[in-house]
């Protein structure tokens, strides 16, 4: 997926970054949610469909979807009984208005925040609910800084490397509070995701190298991420385990009557 679905919005992760991971780490943000029997509700960067399948398993009518022809075919295959569709989330429109809108970690990649909210205010019905989590400012904030510095002082730029919508609680709860929803719930937290020591971390990186990495030569690379696993490891690392600095926004709104 990376040079594939991943351009200017993307509502998934790439193929080699656990999506069985991040359904696990939904579950949470599920109970937020609470579908209930014959609500209709749409799953904005559905992904694998593992959610998607929890909201349907609820009783709920949910509609999954996703920027991306690879997860959706994936989630089609492994639930065939789901609804899941490719479709870009900011231009998204429906002429049955949903009772809930649903978002786990997505958002931070769509690069057009004001469209997907008034794509979401669109698809709710007055009263309905938006619920999502998805990362935050400060996310993964080490570990950016690294890689920045370890490219700036290789010679390259850092403009336009960094494909992340990263907000402030404020900045996002603004956003809602300026396009008719009232905010009822807000959250920002941190979620320290586990690595599985250097070799995790290297991983990491390779996942979003067509971002971070794009146009470095592969000697220069090695010699980065390196540089990167030097810097960040004393931040890192635990008691012999790692650990990501992630940090996560949740959020409940309702769609306000005009």
């Not at 351009?7 to 998934?12: I, V």
């Not at 993964?140 to 960094?162: D, F, H, M, P, S």
């Not at 990186?205 to 971002?211: E, M, P, T, V």
């Amino acid at each position: 997926m990376p040079g594939e679905q991943f351009k200017n919005e993307h509502h998934s992760v790439p193929h080699n970054h656990s999506t069985d991971f991040l359904s696990n780490r939904g579950v949470d943000v599920l109970s937020l949610l609470q579908p209930q029997t014959g609500e209709r509700i749409l799953d904005i960067g559905s992904g694998n469909g593992d959610l998607t399948a929890r909201i349907a398993a609820a009783g709920a009518i949910p509609t999954g979807i996703d920027l991306s022809e690879r997860m959706v075919n994936m989630a089609q295959q492994k639930y065939p009984d789901l609804n899941v569709q490719v479709k870009d989330a900011s231009q998204y429109r429906t002429d049955i208005p949903f009772d809930a809108v649903f978002s786990h970690a997505a958002i931070h990649w769509i690069n057009n925040p004001a469209a997907l909210t008034r794509s979401i205010w669109l698809a709710l019905r007055e009263g309905g609910r938006f619920v999502a989590e998805f990362a935050g400012s400060g996310n993964v904030a080490i570990l950016i800084t690294a890689i920045k510095q370890a490219l700036v002082e290789r010679g390259y730029t850092w403009a336009g490397r960094n494909p992340w919508y990263h907000p402030t609680l404020g900045e996002y709860a603004t956003l809602l509070e300026q396009n008719g929803f009232r905010v009822t719930f807000a959250q920002h937290f941190d979620k320290p995701a586990p690595l599985k020591g250097e070799e995790g971390l290297r991983n990491w990186l390779n996942s979003f190298a067509d971002y971070f990495f794009k146009g470095v030569s592969s000697a220069d690379q090695e010699a980065i991420y390196q540089a990167i696993v030097t810097e960040v490891k004393p931040h890192f690392e635990r008691e012999g385990q790692w650990f990501l600095d992630t940090t996560r926004l949740r959020i409940v709104a309702i769609k306000e009557p005009v």
